[in-house]
């Protein structure tokens, strides 16, 4: 009917910390630590407000996100083009070793410039765009009016921001995105369009 409106809830979570620590991973498939399960149980508590879980199929999202939902009993669905950005030849190493291997300003001409500064054989951010907003955009279709949770990676989080907020892409590493980090986007249908509305970053699902 005209006029109506329908709310849809996202809850993006950021997975734990993967084994081996603080690395530019990409899309290599390590599991999460120990510490890392524990920063998501934590983060998320007993509060359980979802219909639906939506997970990235690298491990250190998908193996939480079948623990939470047979926890709970909710749905679970994978979204292949929720996985994170591929980091090319940096993939696995820590910024040390990149530092080293290349050179110590390398890592901040990427920062200032992503565009233009990507490591060798990485993925597009253009690219890695058109696959992530493609998912949104189905996902917020199939799930109309309910509340989801999102299971992904910091890349992908930036990506969504950025969507919602038109953000440029040059600017998308000035988000900051915590390990079991929580990002809530409201999404209002409005005929064939989505408003959507950034209500909080880095909170927490009680908010």
């Known amino acids: 009917m005209a006029g109506e409106s329908c709310n849809t809830l996202v809850d993006l979570m950021?997975?734990?910390?993967?084994?081996?620590?603080?690395?530019?991973?990409?899309?290599?498939?390590d599991p999460?630590?120990?510490?890392?399960?524990?920063q998501m149980w934590r983060a998320l508590g007993r509060h359980c407000p979802w219909d639906v879980i939506v997970t990235s199929p690298?491990?250190?999202?998908?193996?939480f996100a079948e623990a939470f939902s047979e926890r709970h009993q909710l749905p679970l669905e994978i979204e292949p083009?929720?996985?994170?950005?591929?980091?090319?030849?940096?993939?696995?190493?820590?910024?040390?070793?990149?530092?080293?291997?290349?050179?110590?300003?390398?890592?901040?001409?990427?920062?200032?410039?992503p565009l233009n500064h990507?490591?060798?054989?990485?993925?597009?951010?253009?690219?890695?765009?058109?696959?992530v907003i493609a998912g949104w955009k189905d996902?917020?279709?199939?799930?109309?009016?309910?509340h989801l949770l999102v299971i992904c990676h910091a890349g992908t989080i930036r990506m969504v921001i950025s969507h919602v907020l038109d953000v440029p892409?040059?600017?998308?590493?000035?988000?900051?995105?915590?390990?079991?980090?929580?990002?809530?986007?409201?999404?209002?249908?409005?005929g064939d369009e989505f408003l959507?509305?950034?209500?909080?970053?880095g909170g927490t699902p009680a908010a």
Not at 14 to 29: C, L, T, V
Not at 139 to 146: N, V
Request: proline share 3%; aromatic share 10%.
């Open 14 to 29: 950021r997975h734990g910390e993967p084994a081996g620590g603080s690395r530019y991973r990409g899309q290599i498939d």
């Open 32 to 38: 999460l630590s120990a510490v890392g399960w524990d």
């Open 58 to 63: 690298l491990l250190r999202c998908q193996a």
């Open 81 to 113: 083009r929720f996985k994170e950005l591929g980091f090319g030849a940096w993939q696995g190493k820590t910024r040390e070793e990149i530092a080293t291997e290349y050179d110590p300003g390398v890592l901040q001409r990427f920062y200032r410039d």
């Open 118 to 131: 990507r490591p060798e054989n990485a993925e597009g951010l253009g690219d890695f765009r058109s696959r």
């Open 139 to 146: 996902m917020l279709e199939r799930h109309l009016g309910k």
């Open 169 to 190: 892409l040059a600017n998308l590493f000035h988000i900051k995105v915590a390990n079991a980090g929580i990002t809530r986007i409201e999404c209002i249908e409005q």
């Open 196 to 201: 959507s509305q950034l209500v909080f970053h």
